[in-house]
């Protein structure tokens, strides 16, 4: 599976960006999918994970950063919201493992995208 995630960029506290995933062939729509993100120097973290019928969001993010789909396009987004320079990272998309719960591993998810790399900064 070759995920593909976009939209990345720089922005400034309290600005808003939304990330694609987009699949290719794969269909997207009978799977999980998560994002996750990885700062300089800290290890890989969970942010959002959407199934069938639930979404999670890590208590980072929650209120702030929706996941959604769209399955005529093949695509899962994460509109971010109300940026924080903490936010900073480089995030990717994951699928291959159901949505279990707000605290995501990704040692459970089998394939990723090539991540984007999004900076708050003024």
């Known amino acids: 599976v070759q995920l593909q995630a976009s939209g990345g960029g720089l922005v400034q506290p309290g600005g808003s960006l939304r990330l694609s995933c987009a699949a290719g062939?794969?269909?997207?729509?009978?799977?999980?999918v998560a994002w996750f993100r990885q700062a300089p120097g800290k290890e890989r973290e969970g942010v959002s994970c959407?199934?069938?019928?639930?979404?999670y969001y890590s208590d980072s993010v929650k209120g702030r950063f929706t996941i959604s789909r769209d399955n005529v396009n093949n695509t899962v987004y994460l509109q971010m919201n109300s940026l924080k320079p903490e936010d900073t990272a480089v995030y990717y998309c994951?699928?291959?493992?159901?949505?279990?719960?707000?605290?995501?591993?990704?040692?459970?998810?089998?394939?990723w995208g090539q991540g984007t790399l999004v900076t708050v900064s003024s």
């Open positions: 062939r794969f269909t997207l729509e009978y799977w999980s």
């Open positions: 994951a699928t291959g493992a159901p949505c279990r719960g707000p605290n995501m591993d990704h040692h459970d998810f089998g394939s």
């Open positions: 959407i199934g069938s019928s639930i979404r």
